[in-house]
């Protein structure tokens, strides 16, 4: 008897249906989309869309160069991290522009830089 009642409570609905969830988070992606000015959308639209350009152009001219009989296994690791100039091409202009200024550093967001610049060194040592 304690084993039917305990699955009677397992298929039980929950307070909230499915439906429910989608509707409030559909309201808080609302709500999220109207607090950020229209500049924070066309700088993450440009942001998007260079990684989705520049990641298979990438691998492309990977390809290119090793089937022209290229040999430097480093121009792999220098190609991924060659656009960094870029995205500082836009975001210095905005600080300006807009007068604000990067979050502030602290040991969270150091250890963050820290460990994400160990990651890309090892992901750029494997092609050696």
Not at 81 to 92: C, D, E, K
Request: neutral net charge; aromatic residues 12%.
């Amino acid at each position: 008897m304690e084993d039917s009642s305990s699955a009677e409570e397992l298929r039980k609905p929950s307070s909230s249906s499915l439906g429910d969830q989608v509707l409030k988070d559909r309201e808080t992606a609302i709500e999220a989309y109207n607090q950020k000015p229209v500049s924070h959308w066309i700088l993450l639209l440009l942001g998007s869309t260079a990684m989705l350009v520049a990641f298979p152009a990438s691998s492309l001219l990977s390809r290119v160069y090793f089937s022209d009989g290229g040999k430097s296994k480093w121009i792999i690791s220098w190609v991924a991290i060659a656009g960094w100039p870029f995205t500082a091409l836009v975001l210095i202009p905005m600080y300006f522009f807009r007068k604000t200024s990067p979050a502030p550093l602290t040991l969270k967001l150091a250890v963050s830089y820290v460990v994400l610049s160990f990651l890309t060194t090892a992901d750029n040592l494997m092609y050696v």
